[in-house]
């Protein structure tokens, strides 16, 4: 295992290069940088802006910037953003914080739900169960994201029972530590909501066909024929080997909700780092959009590589292979 995790990580050094390198590359082929709207400013001379050229290293060829950027990483420098001229690196961490509690409570709801559904939808194959799970399934996977935080946005607004976005409240600084988390609760409720409807349609669906091929194995035909009952067949050996396999979508999980987190973040106002690109992107803020492109990738990457040994640890067949 160690050998295995040592290669996975030597193997995402070129390939977070090669990741960098292309995003590098499409973000100064946009028209136009950080400096074009201080350009259209007439209060504003041509002087000063070019000082800031200087100031940035916008003066520089495109490759000459990603150079000095990559050694700037290799430092765990991220630079300087121009927008708010401070460090990227701590706007970052500051951001990725918010992020991962979304995203976190998200999958945590969405795989919480997820799997007794679809092991009750094929437990009890064409009941009414199974036919109710399938028919949400389908209607989750539809849904668009936007929509349904309009929606939900739309639901705050007319019933009061929700805030309306942000992370915390006015007053949050002022409360009890216990009060503190339960405001954060209580914000977090929709938009864990809106990230983890589309995780529990389609895991509902990959769990119910797993399970009912669990369920036609030899193995567990056998085990109701020596009497064990079938609640403690289908979960202690159905349940087990049927999750198998979407560990290993765990990876993608992660991908998902951070796109998904992406949309969400900017419709509902969380100050995760899916909004911090938006704004770094509508600024030209090129180190900012770097920078969190870059945690982005990181997160992926080991999001994929932390579900492969997860499965490893589940099944020790894996593990011994």
């Known amino acids: 295992m160690h ?50 050229k200087v100031k940035f290293g916008l003066d520089k060829p495109w490759y000459i910037q990603y150079l000095k950027w990559l050694w700037a990483i290799l430092h765990l420098d991220f630079g300087t953003s121009f927008t708010y001229q401070i460090s ?5 961490l500051q951001r990725l914080l918010n992020t991962f509690i979304l995203s976190f409570s998200a999958l945590l709801f969405s795989w919480t739900i997820a799997i007794p559904i679809g092991i009750l939808c094929a437990t009890y194959r064409f009941s009414l169960i199974d036919k109710l799970g399938s028919f949400f399934s389908f209607l989750g996977q539809s849904i668009s994201e936007i929509l349904l935080a309009l929606a939900m946005l739309f639901l705050a607004l007319k019933t009061k029972w929700f805030p309306l976005g942000g992370m ?13 988390i339960l405001d ?32 036609k194995s030899e193995y567990i035909t056998t085990a109701l024929s020596k009497g064990l009952s079938k609640s403690s067949v289908i979960i202690k050996h159905g ?27 900017n419709i509902m106002a969380w100050p995760g780092l899916g909004r911090l690109i938006m704004e770094a992107l509508f600024s030209q803020d090129l180190y900012l959009v770097m920078g969190s492109l870059f945690m982005s990738s990181i997160l992926l990457i080991f999001g994929n590589l932390i579900a492969d040994i997860l499965l490893s640890l589940i099944d020790p067949r894996i593990r011994l292979d």
């Not at 070129?14 to 973000?27: A, E, H, N, R, V």
């Not at 409240?169 to 503190?180: F, W």
């Not at 609760?185 to 066909?209: C, D, E, K, N, W």
């Not at 396999?245 to 990876?251: A, E, F, K, Q």
């Open 88 to 92: 990227v690196t701590s706007l970052i």
């Open 184 to 215: 954060l609760l209580h914000h977090l409720i929709l938009p864990t909501i809106v990230l983890g409807v589309f995780s529990i349609a389609h895991l509902t669906r990959y769990m119910r066909s797993q399970m009912l091929d669990i369920l």
């Open 3 to 52: 050998t295995y995790i040592l290669r996975r990580l030597l193997h995402t050094i070129p390939l977070i290069i090669g990741i960098t390198f292309i995003s590098f590359i499409l973000i100064t082929m946009a028209p136009g940088d950080y400096l074009s709207k201080f350009k259209m400013n007439p209060q504003i001379s041509p002087e000063k802006i070019e000082i800031m």
């Open 239 to 265: 349940a087990r080997n049927a999750i198998n396999p979407l560990v290993t979508l765990l990876g993608f999980e992660i991908a998902g909700l951070l796109s998904g987190a992406f949309i969400v973040e």
């Open 168 to 180: 915390h409240s006015i007053n949050y600084e002022y409360l009890s530590l216990g009060d503190k």
